[in-house]
Nanobody, 126 residues
Framework: QVQLVESGGGLVQAGGSLRLSCAASGRTFSDYTMGWFRQAPGKEREFAARINWSGRSTYYSDSVKGRFTISRDNAKNTVYLQMNSLKPEDTAVYYC???????????????????WGQGTQVTVSS
C-alpha cells in the first residue's frame, strides 16, 4: 500500500500562485510514476500533470501546460505541483496519484492509477 497526503491548497486571487505537495509513504517512492488530477464540482476527474519515477520526464494537459510545473524529490518521498498564473477555472479539488512504473497504462486515465490521496481544495477568485 502507498499512502498519499496532499497539502498546500487554499484560496488565491487570479494570477496568483500556489505550490501543492504530496507526501508518500508505505512503498518505495521511486517505483511509482506520480500524477496530479483535479476535479471541479459537477465535473469528472481531469488529468493535469504526470512525472516519471526519476523526474526526468513530465507531461501536462493542454489546460495547464506552461503554467504548472510538476516535480519530485525521491529523497523526501514527495511530489510537487507549482501552479502559476492561476485562473478561476483552475478551481477544483486536486489529487495526487501513484502508478506503478512498470505497468504500461495511459498516464492521463485516472483508472490507470493505483493509489490516491484525499485531495486538497484550490479556489481561485476572480
Amino acid at each position: 500500500q502507498v499512502q498519499l497526503v496532499e497539502s498546500g491548497g487554499g484560496l488565491v486571487q487570479a494570477g496568483g500562485s500556489l505550490r501543492l505537495s504530496c507526501a508518500a509513504s508505505g512503498r518505495t517512492f521511486s517505483d511509482y510514476t506520480m500524477g496530479w488530477f483535479r476535479q471541479a464540482p459537477g465535473k469528472e476527474r481531469e488529468f493535469a500533470a504526470r512525472i516519471n519515477w526519476s523526474g526526468r520526464s513530465t507531461y501536462y494537459s493542454d489546460s495547464v501546460k506552461g503554467r504548472f510545473t510538476i516535480s519530485r524529490d525521491n529523497a523526501k518521498n514527495t511530489v510537487y505541483l507549482q501552479m502559476n498564473s492561476l485562473k478561476p477555472e483552475d478551481t477544483a479539488v486536486y489529487y495526487c496519484a501513484a502508478q506503478y512504473r512498470f505497468a504500461v497504462r495511459p498516464v492521463g486515465d485516472p483508472r490507470s492509477y493505483d493509489y490516491w490521496g484525499q485531495g486538497t481544495q484550490v479556489t481561485v477568485s476572480s
